[in-house]
């Protein structure tokens, strides 16, 4: 729903009160929390961000649901953690089999088996790799948006007040 719901634009054909600028580049009206984002070239409403996965601006009408889809994906990887854990312990500790035959094998089926569970090996690594690095990063995006949910702040009001707060504190006006 991130992807495909608008973010929220100023209204273009009509007369808005709240009208706090004019935009630069768009040359039209900019309420307050609306800022120009440079990727869509549009002004968005209460922006966040332009996310390039989602490839949409993150703005007043969309927030949500891209909140939405870090918590799900975090959750996904979570899933994946637990049911891949068990192939892993399985193919790294695996349990002695005592029925095997290993005098049938032919030099080519072990050639072709040894590249399989080579390719096995290097597969759970790199995906064990990557959802601890993904549960990871989208632990810590989740864990900053819901900071700023929870202070009304969307990403580029938060660099703003941080470099008023820096030059206010310089001034010795805090």
Request: aromatic content about 12%; proline content about 4%; overall charge positive.
């Amino acid at each position: 729903m991130a992807f495909i719901t608008s973010p929220g634009h100023p209204p273009q054909d009509t007369t808005i009160s709240e009208v706090v600028s004019f935009c630069k580049r768009c040359i039209g009206p900019k309420p307050s929390r609306t800022h120009h984002c440079s990727v869509c070239n549009k002004c968005v409403l209460k922006m966040d961000h332009h996310c390039p996965w989602l490839n949409n601006c993150i703005g007043h009408f969309n927030h949500r649901y891209f909140f939405m889809f870090c918590v799900y994906t975090w959750i996904g990887t979570i899933f994946v953690m637990i049911f891949g854990y068990r192939i892993a312990y399985e193919h790294f500790w695996p349990k002695a089999d005592i029925t095997s035959n290993h005098s049938n094998n032919s030099n080519s089926t072990n050639i072709s088996t040894n590249f399989i569970d080579y390719m096995k090996h290097k597969c759970i690594i790199f995906e064990g790799l990557m959802t601890i690095g993904i549960f990871v990063a989208l632990g810590a995006l989740m864990a900053y948006h819901s900071l700023l949910i929870t202070k009304g702040e969307t990403c580029i009001e938060r660099h703003i007040n941080s470099k008023e707060r820096k030059r206010l504190l310089e001034m010795g006006k805090t």
